[in-house]
């Protein structure tokens, strides 16, 4: 099914009225960009790493409390209304990350976000959550078709595919007509670490966006200019209205492949998706100090920044940490990961970053930390 494409008056007045956020309501400090970092440990419910170990309510309460502090009322739905303007006849589109079965989306995220999306007023059959294939999606718990709340296509399902052309350097691809059809265009990737790009995080994740990403990965290997200038074209720019990273489970060492060996028990939420990929590569760093690992860092977050596309200078974020919940430090026995066998750090315990579990706030990074 293809959908139709929208009046250029609609997506003016679209992206109009997120240009007045947050004006009149909580502004954000002079240069800076707000990103949300909410964890609840009750999120976790089993001794597994799975999404079947993940309490559903408490993690669709962890994304309304995101939502709302990020634009700074006390109400999610309208949260979600100045985010994403006329949702009753807007085209969304979630692209999750599904190339990792046993570290992708969570499923129990993705339903519990496209839940607040529709009551919000989006409809189901207009509500779009896809990565590049059907089979990835499949094989990561996503039931494929229309459901209750959201359709689940990947890129390669039939009726949809690649169509718009663009050049990035050397490389001619072409960009799901999923993404381009959207008015609203959101990312929600899980939290990793990545052998050759640092992280892979909102920017990376449209490498699923894309027909052939392994075009850029450039620069040393480093996927560097490439998802920056992929970020940069207008197709996907003019689109990006939110980064919601799922940073319940995550991996600080494990790599694009390999099973969770932390569990955050976080969601980082941010209209600038440079801020929120930063903020998510701080948080897997503080876990690698904790390990004796030396940082990452990601280059194409700072040609994301040259390109403006946001910021990722931490000293320019304003952080805002919310604890739901303590996380515990250990989980079970004996930590086992996804397939129930121990993962790769299965065994150490299972600690919230140190600097999540901040009590004060640091001037220095903006960061305001509460317990509740």
């Known amino acids: 099914m293809r959908w139709s494409r929208r009046s250029f008056i609609q997506s003016a007045l679209s992206a109009a009225a997120l240009a007045l956020w947050p004006r009149g309501l909580r502004a954000q400090p002079a240069g800076r960009s707000r990103?949300?970092?909410?964890?609840?440990?009750?999120?976790?419910?089993?001794?597994?790493?799975?999404?079947?170990?993940?309490?559903?309510?408490?993690?669709?309460?962890?994304?309304a409390r995101a939502l709302r502090e990020l634009v700074g009322l006390d109400d999610e739905i309208e949260a979600l209304r100045i985010l994403l303007p006329d949702l009753v006849d807007a085209r969304v589109a979630i692209k999750v990350n599904c190339v990792n079965r046993a570290l992708?989306?969570?499923?129990?995220?993705?339903?519990?976000?496209a839940a607040l999306i529709t009551r919000a007023g989006a409809q189901a059959s207009q509500l779009l959550v896809y990565d590049r294939s059907d089979h990835e999606l499949a094989r990561c718990g996503y039931a494929l078709g229309q459901g209750e709340r959201m359709r689940v296509v990947g890129c390669d399902h039939a009726g949809y595919g690649y169509e718009q052309e663009i050049a990035l350097g050397e490389a001619a691809l072409r960009l799901g007509r999923i993404a381009t059809e959207a008015d609203h265009l959101l990312s929600a990737p899980v939290l990793k670490q990545h052998e050759m790009a640092g992280v892979t995080l909102s920017l990376k994740n449209h490498f699923g966006s894309i027909d052939h990403p392994e075009l850029l990965h450039g620069r040393d290997r480093q996927c560097s200019p490439g998802i920056a200038e992929l970020n940069a074209c207008e197709a996907l720019r003019s689109r990006s209205r939110l980064a919601l990273v799922d940073a319940l489970f995550g991996s600080f060492a494990s790599g694009l492949a390999g099973e969770p060996d932390f569990a955050p028990m976080a969601v980082i939420a941010s209209v600038d998706p440079v801020a929120a990929d930063a903020v998510g590569q701080a948080?897997?760093?503080?876990?690698?100090?904790?390990?004796?690992?030396g940082p990452v860092d990601a280059v194409h977050l700072r040609d994301a920044q040259a390109a403006g596309l946001g910021c990722c200078d931490l000293e320019r974020i304003e952080r805002i940490e919310i604890e739901l919940a303590p996380v515990e430090e250990q989980r079970g026995e004996t930590g086992c990961g996804p397939t129930g066998r121990p993962g790769a750090a299965g065994l150490v315990a299972l600690l919230a970053p140190a600097a999540l579990r901040a009590r004060r706030s640091r001037k220095s990074f903006g960061i305001r930390s509460r317990l509740e």
């Open 35 to 63: 990103v949300v970092v909410v964890r609840d440990g009750r999120a976790w419910t089993g001794r597994g790493w799975t999404d079947t170990d993940l309490d559903a309510g408490r993690v669709e309460a962890m994304i």
């Open 104 to 113: 992708p989306t969570h499923p129990r995220f993705t339903d519990a976000l």
């Open 283 to 293: 948080l897997i760093n503080a876990r690698r100090e904790e390990q004796g690992l």
